[in-house]
């Protein structure tokens, strides 16, 4: 079970590499294409398209009208068995009532945009301004000094805050400003890695990026989470003199295996002890 785009890290699926596992296995695939579908690929057609994949490699393929299409409800795509199969024992088909005739009428004109059948080209043209948008905020944000996770055409887009007590802050000051923003927390991402979420529109223009930028980056400075900033990075600091001997912990529970080992003046010794690697973690 894979996801087109993951909602919380904004990171594409590998699904050529995905697919050539299920082969060698001899597995079963579901593909969620909740974010990707209306997103991803050159008509919007979700990350088979955007990695050029035949959706018959793909066994059920699920997405939502809610997002991209700005309607209701969702889809399941599989074999005429499964789809049976849910028909007949999901309680989802059986006791729900159908999508409204104007929510159906609504989404049959957006995926008719999409494939151009309308004749516009409009559906193309909003597929490439989408990327346009998400290239752009993604270079701006990462140009600022914020760290922000996934593809770089992912128009899924998290701006890690990290701290419990930097969430409120930074959600309230942008509405403050004027700008409505997605932050997330414990139990949606784990305890230390909260973030906000932004998603790029194809409606957006340059001067409404621009705009949310600037917002972004005063609060941003107020939070005190530009991790990725040489200008905000504490200085590294040098170790004294008297560090003297290195040594290499074989048992160490830290990633970073050097110690080091100090004697002090009075004879004393101090326990060896090693930094640990936080990877993408930098502090102020």
């Given at each position: 079970v894979v996801e087109?785009?993951?909602?919380m890290e904004g990171e594409i699926c590998d699904l050529p590499e995905i697919i050539r596992v299920k082969k060698k296995y001899g597995v079963s695939l579901f593909l969620d294409e909740a974010h990707s579908i209306g997103a991803m690929g050159g008509t919007g057609r979700g990350v088979c398209e955007y990695w050029g994949v035949g959706t018959k490699d793909v066994d059920i393929m699920m997405g939502t009208f809610t997002k991209s299409f700005g309607a209701v409800g969702g889809y399941i795509a599989a074999s005429k068995?499964?789809?049976d199969l849910i028909r007949y024992t999901s309680p989802g088909s059986l006791y729900a009532t159908t999508?409204?005739?104007?929510?159906i009428m609504h989404i049959m004109w957006v995926l008719s945009e999409l494939k151009?059948?309308?004749g516009t080209g409009k559906g193309k043209q909003r597929i490439k301004q989408l990327k346009?948008?998400?290239?752009?905020l993604r270079k701006k944000l990462a140009e600022m000094g914020l760290q922000i996770y996934g593809e770089p055409e992912s128009p899924v887009i998290p701006i890690m805050?990290?701290?419990v007590g930097q969430i409120a802050t930074f959600s309230r000051e942008c509405l403050a400003r004027g700008l409505a923003v997605v932050v997330v927390g414990f139990p949606a991402t784990p305890l230390i890695l909260s973030r906000a979420r932004i998603c790029a529109s194809a409606a957006h223009?340059?001067?409404d990026l621009d705009k949310a930028l600037e917002i972004i980056k005063d609060v941003a400075k107020l939070s005190m989470i530009f991790y990725d900033s040489p200008k905000w990075r504490a200085p590294v600091l040098k170790a004294?003199?008297?560090?003297?001997?290195?040594v290499h912990a074989t048992d160490s529970i830290f990633s970073g295996e050097e110690m080091v080992e100090h004697s002090t003046e009075n004879g004393h010794t101090v326990l060896p002890r090693a930094a640990p690697d936080f990877g993408r973690f930098s502090f102020i």
């Open positions: 087109g785009i993951y909602s068995d499964v789809i999508m409204s005739p104007p929510c151009g059948e309308d346009e948008n998400t290239i752009y805050i990290y701290g223009t340059t001067e004294p003199k008297k560090f003297e001997e290195k």
